[in-house]
C-alpha cells in the first residue's frame, strides 16, 4: 500500500513563494508524481507532473513559468516550489503517483493511483 502525505502549505500573500512537499511510503520510490489542485467550487486539476528521475516535467499552462516540480528520491519525497503566487492559486494542493506508466507524462486524474489527503494554500490579494 502506498501512502501519500503532503505538507507545507499556508497562508500567503500574492506574490509570495511557498513550497509544499509530498512525502511517499510503502514502495520503492522509482515512479512518475504529480501535483493537482482543487479550488473551492470547482474540479480538481492538473499543475505539474515530474518522471522517476526527475529528467521529465510537465505543467498546467497556468502555473507555467511560476511553479517548479522537483523530487529527491533519496528523501523519497517530491516538491512543488510555487513563485509569484496569485490569488487563484488558492486551492487544496494533491499529490499523486501512478504505479502503471512512467513516460510520457500524463495529466488526467485517471492516470495516476494513488493521492495524498492534501494541503491548504491560500493566497490573500
Known amino acids: 500500500q502506498v501512502q501519500l502525505v503532503e505538507s507545507g502549505g499556508g497562508l500567503v500573500q500574492a506574490g509570495d513563494s511557498l513550497r509544499v512537499s509530498c512525502r511517499a511510503s510503502?514502495?520503492?520510490?522509482?515512479?512518475?508524481m504529480a501535483w493537482f489542485r482543487q479550488a473551492p467550487g470547482k474540479e480538481r486539476e492538473f499543475v505539474a507532473a515530474i518522471s522517476w528521475s526527475g529528467g521529465s516535467t510537465t505543467y498546467a499552462d497556468s502555473v507555467k513559468g511560476r511553479f517548479t516540480i522537483s523530487r529527491d528520491n533519496s528523501r523519497n519525497t517530491v516538491y512543488l516550489q510555487m513563485n509569484s503566487l496569485k490569488p487563484e492559486d488558492t486551492a487544496v494542493y494533491y499529490c499523486?503517483?501512478?504505479?502503471?506508466?512512467?513516460?510520457?507524462?500524463?495529466?488526467?486524474?485517471?492516470?495516476?493511483?494513488?493521492w495524498g489527503q492534501g494541503t491548504q494554500v491560500t493566497v490573500s490579494s
Open positions: 499523486a503517483i501512478s504505479l502503471r506508466w512512467q513516460l510520457p507524462l500524463r495529466v488526467a486524474e485517471a492516470e495516476y493511483d494513488y
Open positions: 510503502g514502495r520503492t520510490f522509482g515512479d512518475p
